[in-house]
């Protein structure tokens, strides 16, 4: 799977474990930043980078971290068609692809450690979409929320 990743200086220190922990799993990783650790840099510009190379096609999912995770997610849901979640348990991480067909995962490095972020990378990836019925339908009536 190919899979971009995007992260702000609250994020920095986790973006080369993941990085590392994909590659090692058989994953292409697309490296969207940030390239060095610079405090005044501004997470909506990552998750803008990210969900638009999801949206592209040019990942099939994204992973962004920023200090909590909240600004990260916030902002990549402001991109129709991409639906980011926060989630810090490894249930949460599986079952937001699997129900809700989350494309980007966001993370708090300043909520959880490094150990726990493989762990949810690990569930996400692993994850696929249920397709059931009432999971699809879900889906739709978000996808038709963005519309309006």
Avoid: W
């Avoid at 992260?7 to 292409?28: N, R, S, W």
């Avoid at 990549?76 to 490894?90: E, S, V």
């Avoid at 249920?130 to 739709?140: D, F, K, M, Q, W």
């Amino acid at each position: 799977m190919r899979v971009a990743i995007g992260v702000d200086h609250g994020g920095f220190l986790f973006k080369g474990p993941i990085v590392d922990y994909l590659t090692m799993a058989g994953h292409e990783v697309l490296d969207l930043g940030a390239y060095n650790m610079d405090p005044e840099d501004d997470y909506p510009d990552y998750a803008k980078a990210v969900g638009e190379a999801v949206l592209r096609g040019e990942a099939e999912r994204g992973i962004i971290l920023c200090g909590s995770g909240v600004g990260a997610c916030v902002a990549a849901n402001k991109l129709p068609g991409i639906r980011a979640g926060l989630c810090h348990d490894t249930y949460s991480a599986h079952q937001a692809v699997e129900h809700d067909n989350i494309n980007v995962l966001c993370l708090g490095a300043r909520v959880i450690g490094v150990a726990l972020a493989l762990e949810l990378v690990q569930a996400f990836i692993g994850a696929t979409f249920s397709g059931e019925e009432r999971h699809r339908r879900r889906v739709a009536k978000v996808a038709e929320m963005e519309k309006t």
